[in-house]
């Protein structure tokens, strides 16, 4: 299995979400919602959305962890991966967030699943650094070569490179910083819109990189192993070509799958000879999530990969209350459990 693709990912299933006002005016791919539509109409919207993604890479033989999400006051919620990520040998990672509004995502119960689930051994929490303006926003800050151990980040408000270097001494990667920029001049804000990296292929932004130098130095950096690099440019990435992630899956008779989820806009925005490169090593699985796109994040920015090696299951004690439960599982209120294991 490579290390690059999880086969197990956390999804939140946020029952409120909306385009979040304080992370506007650092992120320009962020749009508001049509006109006349209302704030619930865009929830119910993008909560159809995210059981489409959470489908789809259950389709794909993906293990799919779904948390519930009920708090009105975190609009960004379905974008977990800012917050947390896990690393092989039983590693946690967790950040500090730019948007005040933002840091109440980070939820106990999921890192709880994750320790009783999977093997944990440390948990890392970075998110003292906040009060003093320093933030790194997970896998949305820094896109990870888990392979050759490269932490790729584009420097931003939202990627401090001390805070960079201190996880990658704590997590053993590589920090390759760079400036990376629209064609107007503004900072990307997270450098998973312009790239992806996965076991074989990688897509970037290269011409979003100012520094010519650099630029090599990227590229060279990406490629030294044989992995083909996809340039993908300004426009495609307008249209989230980058935020993309390579998953390994399950073909109904067990056999390994690699796919490289995707928006169903960032499919439609690759010509058919980006997509021949893609599917040399993994099949696209491409879902529609245009609601969810209006908060300038996509496909990649919803999932929190699992890094980590899964515990054995073991069986509960059976009682009476879930033995009278145990064809519909329930929390102690009625309600439908939190999380999901699908």
């Known amino acids: 299995m490579s290390a690059q693709a999880p086969s197990a990912v956390i999804l939140i299933r946020a029952e409120r979400f909306t385009p979040n006002p304080a992370t506007a005016a650092d992120n320009a791919f962020q749009a508001d919602a049509p006109d006349g539509q209302s704030d619930d109409a865009t929830a119910a919207r993008a909560l159809a959305e995210?059981?489409?993604?959470?489908?789809?890479?259950?389709?794909?033989?993906?293990?799919?962890?779904?948390?519930?999400?009920?708090?009105?006051?975190?609009?960004?919620?379905?974008?977990?991966?800012?917050?947390?990520?896990?690393?092989?040998?039983?590693?946690?990672?967790?950040?500090?967030?730019?948007?005040?509004?933002?840091?109440?995502?980070?939820?106990?119960?999921?890192?709880?699943?994750?320790?009783?689930?999977?093997?944990?051994?440390?948990?890392?929490?970075?998110?003292?650094l906040e009060p003093d303006g320093i933030f790194l926003e997970g896998t949305g800050a820094m896109v990870l070569d888990h392979v050759s151990r490269v932490a790729y980040t584009a420097r931003s408000h939202r990627a401090d490179t001390h805070v960079l270097e201190r996880f990658c001494t704590d997590f053993g990667y590589e920090p390759m910083a760079f400036n990376a920029v629209d064609a107007d001049g503004v900072p990307v804000y997270h450098t998973n819109v312009i790239a992806c990296i996965g076991t074989d292929v990688a897509m970037i932004a290269l011409e979003m990189?100012?520094?010519?130098?650099?630029?090599?130095?990227?590229?060279?950096?990406?490629?030294?192993?044989?992995?083909?690099?996809?340039?993908?440019t300004e426009d495609q990435v307008r249209e989230f070509a980058g935020n993309a992630v390579e998953l390994c899956g399950r073909t109904p008779d067990g056999r390994r799958r690699y796919v490289m989820a995707m928006s169903a806009r960032a499919r439609r925005s690759l010509r058919p000879d980006q997509v021949e490169a893609i599917e040399e090593s993994c099949e696209i699985v491409a879902i529609d999530i245009p609601t969810i796109e209006l908060a300038g994040g996509s496909v990649r920015c919803m999932i929190a990969g699992v890094h980590l090696d899964r515990r054995p299951a073991v069986e509960p004690e059976p009682t009476a209350a879930v033995e009278a439960i145990d064809d519909n599982p329930v929390t102690a209120d009625g309600r439908e459990a939190a999380t999901a294991d699908i």
């Open 209 to 232: 990189i100012p520094d010519a130098d650099r630029r090599a130095q990227v590229r060279e950096r990406l490629s030294v192993n044989g992995r083909t690099v996809v340039e993908i």
């Open 50 to 128: 995210m059981d489409a993604v959470a489908q789809a890479l259950r389709e794909a033989g993906v293990r799919v962890h779904v948390f519930a999400d009920e708090d009105h006051s975190r609009p960004d919620s379905v974008f977990p991966n800012n917050w947390l990520s896990t690393h092989a040998g039983g590693n946690i990672a967790v950040y500090p967030m730019y948007a005040s509004n933002r840091r109440h995502e980070r939820r106990a119960d999921v890192l709880e699943m994750l320790k009783s689930s999977y093997r944990v051994q440390t948990i890392v929490d970075y998110s003292g």
